[in-house]
């Protein structure tokens, strides 16, 4: 499964580090909204899923909730990219300034 932040510029890798079956959930898009060209046969012969969704549409409530889930399930899980963990973490280096991307919050 991949969860990404980071959209179009990350598609193609996204796409290609899927297994067969495999989900990717896109819950923004810093790195554009506009994937050029879409290889349709690849999504099809990994019967991929991909779904798009945003917490802006979400009460402050649910998202503090949703997070506080998330690390109660995941806590202690997750490790680095060649760590031993069930959830591997693979974060690339992502700049985030008010002036240029509006939705960084502090919870």
């Known amino acids: 499964m991949v969860i990404d932040f980071v959209g179009a510029s990350h598609w193609e890798k996204n796409i290609d580090s899927l297994a067969v079956d495999g989900r990717m959930v896109l819950l923004a898009t810093l790195g554009g909204d506009k994937v050029p060209e879409v290889d349709l046969n690849k999504l099809l012969r990994k019967r991929l899923r991909i779904q798009g969704s945003t917490l802006r549409s979400r009460t402050r409530e649910y998202q503090q909730d949703l997070i506080q889930r998330f690390?109660?399930?995941?806590?202690?899980?997750?490790?680095?990219?060649?760590?031993?963990?069930?959830?591997?973490?693979?974060?690339?280096?992502?700049?985030?300034?008010?002036?240029?991307?509006?939705?960084?919050?502090?919870?």
């Open 71 to 107: 690390w109660k399930d995941v806590d202690g899980s997750l490790t680095a990219g060649e760590g031993k963990g069930p959830v591997k973490t693979y974060i690339h280096k992502v700049r985030c300034c008010l002036e240029e991307v509006s939705l960084c919050m502090t919870f």
